[in-house]
C-alpha cells in the first residue's frame, strides 16, 4: 500500500477553524476521538490481503511496502554525459596498453574500466584486453566470448582508441611490464606516461583490478568508468539473449529475489569460515586453502571470523533473515552462486523455509546451458543479468559480485539491494542457538531495525576508516563501481 503525501494538504479543515467556545480539554478530546476515527476508517479500508501480510508476515506496515518497492527511484537518475571540458582523443597517438585481466568475472569487469580511464589520461590506445584463464575457475573464454567486442570498441569511440590487437610493427617491439600502484590517482598516471612513452611504444599492464582510486579524480574520468561498465562493457549476444529470456521465465512467475549465496567450497575455504561443519568437511577446506598458493592466510580462527562477521551466512541463516524481514515462504528465491557446499545437506535449511528455489539448471534447459557448461565466466554473467534485474538482491557476503550487482543497481534507480549485517545477525542468530531468543516478533521487530538503512537507499560513497593512512586508508574506502553516487547518478531537477 503506497502512502502518498499531499503536503498543501496535510492537515484537517477543521483545525483551521475558530473554536472559542471550547475549552481546551474539550478541544483535546475532539482532536482525539476525530483521530481514532480516522484510524479506524483507514484500517477498514485497508485491503485484506494487505491486512494478512501486516499481522502475520511483517512486523509493520511500512515494511511491507519496504519489500519490494523501489520504483520511484528516489528522484535520481544516471548521469554519464561528459562535461564541457571533456576534449575529444588524440587518434594520432602512437603509444599502445596491453592488458592481462585478472580474476573472476566482476573483478575483470572493473578491471577493464579502469583500464579504459587509464588509457584516456596516458592519451594511450587500448589494446583488447586478455582475460585471466590462471585464475581459480580455469576459464578458457576470450575477450569476445563474454563481451561484445565490436560494440565496446563502437561505444568508446570518442572516448578512447581501441583496437583488436597490436599492429605488426609492434608485436615484437620491446614493452615496459608495469605493474600500476593499487588506487592510483590521476597525476600518478600522467607522470608516468611522461617518463615510459620517453623508452616505449606499448606498455603491458600484468594486472588490471583496483588500478584507480575511488574517489578524488576528475569527474569526467569517473564519468566515463560508468559509460564503460554499464554501456560498453555489453555481454556478447548467445550471453544477453539467454539471460533476457531466464529473466522473462522469473517474472512471469512473479516477483522474485536474486539470492547470491556464497556457501561456495573456495570462499569457505578462503575465509577459513567453518561454522556448522563436521569434521571431515572443514579438514577439506583446509586442505584446499594449503594448497592454494597465492592465499596468504593459511591459519584462520573460523569463531573469530564469523563474530566479527566476516564470514558468508549459512543457507539456514539466510532462511532465518529473509524470514525475519517478512518474506513470505511461498516467494520465488533465484540462487545466483556455484555448487552450494554439501548441497542438499546444508541447501536443505533454506528450502524447508522457502520450498521455490530456482537455479539455472531448473530454469533453463540443458541444451541452452549446453554451451556455458564449461565456462563458469559466462555462467557467472547469467547471475550477474538476473541478479541486476530481480526485484530484490541480496548478498549472503560482500564480494566482487555483490558489490558490482549493489552498484549497477544503484545506477538503475536504487533498485531494492538487502546488504545483511553479519555481524550484527550472528550474535542474534547465536541467542537463538543458545535459547536466549526464539524466532518471531521480537526477532522480527530487531531484524528490521538493524537493516532500515541497509536497502540500497540513495547515499554518497562511504569514505576511508578513520585513523588509517596510506595504502590501508584506500583499501577501506568503499568502491566506486559498489557506489557510484554521486559523480554517475543525479538528482533529477523536477523531484521534490
Known sequence: MKMVTNRSSSSPHFLHLRIPSLSISAYVLLLFGFSAALLYISQRQMPEADSKVV?????????????????????????????????????????YITVRSNGGLNQMRAGISDMVAVARIMNATLVIPQLDRQSFWQDSSTFGDIFDVSHFIQSLQWDVRVVQQLP?????????????????????????????????????????????????????????????????????????????????????????????????????SFTGCAYGLNEAEINELRIMRENTNHWKLKKINSTQQRNEGSCPLTPKEVGIFLQALGYPSSVWIYIAAGEIFGGETYLGDLRFRFPNLIFKDTLATREELNNFASHATQAAALDYMISVESDVFVPSYTGNMARAVEGHRRFLGHRMTINPDRKGLVALFDKIDSGELKEGQKLRELVTQMHKFRLGTPRKRYGSLPGLKGRNRLRTEESFYENPYPECICRNKNSA
Open 168 to 268: 605488426t610493427k609492434l608485436e615484437s617491439a620491446p614493452r615496459a611490464r608495469k605493474h600500476f600502484t593499487s588506487w592510483a590517482t590521476a597525476s600518478y598516471y600522467e607522470e608516468l606516461a611522461k617518463s615510459l612513452w620517453k623508452e616505449y611504444q606499448v606498455i603491458h599492464v600484468p594486472k588490471s583490478d583496483s588500478r584507480l582510486a575511488n574517489n578524488d579524480l576528475p569527474i569526467d574520468i569517473q564519468k566515463l568508468r560508468c559509460r564503460t561498465l554499464y554501456n560498453a562493457l555489453r555481454f556478447s549476444s548467445p550471453i544477453e539473449e539467454l539471460g533476457k529470456k531466464l529473466v522473462e521465465r522469473l517474472h512471469l512467475r512473479g516477483r522474485y529475489i536474486a539470492l547470491h549465496l556464497r556457501y561456495e567450497k573456495d570462499m569457505l
Open 55 to 95: 499481522f502475520s508476515e511483517t512486523p509493520s506496515v511500512i515494511l511491507r511496502d519496504r519489500l519490494w518497492d523501489s520504483s520511484s527511484a528516489y528522484g535520481y537518475s544516471p548521469c554519464v554525459k561528459p562535461t564541457r571540458k571533456y576534449g575529444a582523443i588524440h587518434t594520432s597517438s602512437d603509444h
